[in-house]
Each structure stands twice: as structure tokens, then as C-alpha cells.
């Protein structure tokens, strides 16, 4: 059964970083992108970051504009498991933060919701003073 897990959430300041990690199992990374989406209240889910299957070999990752140079996604592909590295956090990046997955032979990806085929039970991420 295909499974994601996320933690690592938590209360940080503005300006401090947060990692999140996704633990994925029953399946494996080799056809699967890993995306992680926000929502924040009374906000539609937005997708925030993706990377590309691991069988693609190219690291392909994709951020939306308000998060670029801030954070970084990575994958330990050993350990199944896919990392959100968030520096710099803004109040506006507060929100419950999902890792999703779906399947695809292309070797880049998407932040579109609708490809998503698998949800984590989010992890709450606060952004206060």
C-alpha cells in the first residue's frame, strides 16, 4: 500500500528555516514524481515544489515563483524519503504542508493537483513572532 508520512513541521520565526521530510513506502520512487503542497486557511491547496522520478536520473525540480531561492527539494532515494529544506520563511508560507505522489515516465514534473495520486496527512508549519 503506498503510503507517504511527513514531519518535521513546526513554530519558527520570521526569517528562520524549517525542514520537512516525506517517508515513502510501498512503493517505489523509480516512476513516482514527490510534490509538496500548502494550504493555508480559507486558501486552496497550492502546489509548492516537485521533483522527478528517480528513475530519471536528471534531479528535474520545480518550485512556484514565491518560494524560489528560498527552499530546496532533495531525495534520498536509499531511504525513500524527500526533503523540503525551507530558509527564510515568511508569515505567507504558513500553512499545512502535504508530500504528494504520482506516477509518470516523464522525467520532469508538475504542481498540478489533479495529478496527484497520493496524499500525506500534512504537517503544520506557523510563521510568528
Known amino acids: 500500500q503506498l503510503q507517504l508520512v511527513e514531519s518535521g513541521g513546526g513554530v519558527v520565526q520570521p526569517g528562520g528555516s524549517l525542514r520537512l521530510s516525506c517517508a515513502a513506502s510501498?512503493?517505489?520512487?523509480?516512476?513516482?514524481?514527490i510534490a509538496w503542497f500548502r494550504q493555508a486557511p480559507g486558501k486552496e491547496r497550492e502546489g509548492v515544489s516537485c521533483?522527478?522520478?528517480?528513475?530519471?536520473?536528471?534531479?528535474?525540480?520545480n518550485y512556484i515563483d514565491s518560494v524560489k531561492g528560498r527552499f530546496t527539494i532533495s531525495r534520498d532515494n536509499a531511504k525513500s524519503m524527500v526533503y523540503l529544506q525551507m530558509n527564510s520563511l515568511k508569515r505567507e508560507d504558513a500553512g499545512i504542508y502535504y508530500c504528494?505522489?504520482?506516477?509518470?515516465?516523464?522525467?520532469?514534473?508538475?504542481?498540478?493537483?489533479?495529478?496527484?495520486?497520493?496524499w500525506g496527512q500534512g504537517t503544520q508549519v506557523t510563521v510568528s513572532s
Open positions: 521533483i522527478s522520478r528517480a528513475a530519471s536520473n536528471t534531479n528535474y525540480t
Open positions: 504528494a505522489s504520482y506516477w509518470t515516465y516523464l522525467n520532469d514534473c508538475r504542481l498540478n493537483r489533479r495529478d496527484v495520486m497520493s
Open positions: 510501498g512503493f517505489t520512487m523509480d516512476y513516482y514524481v
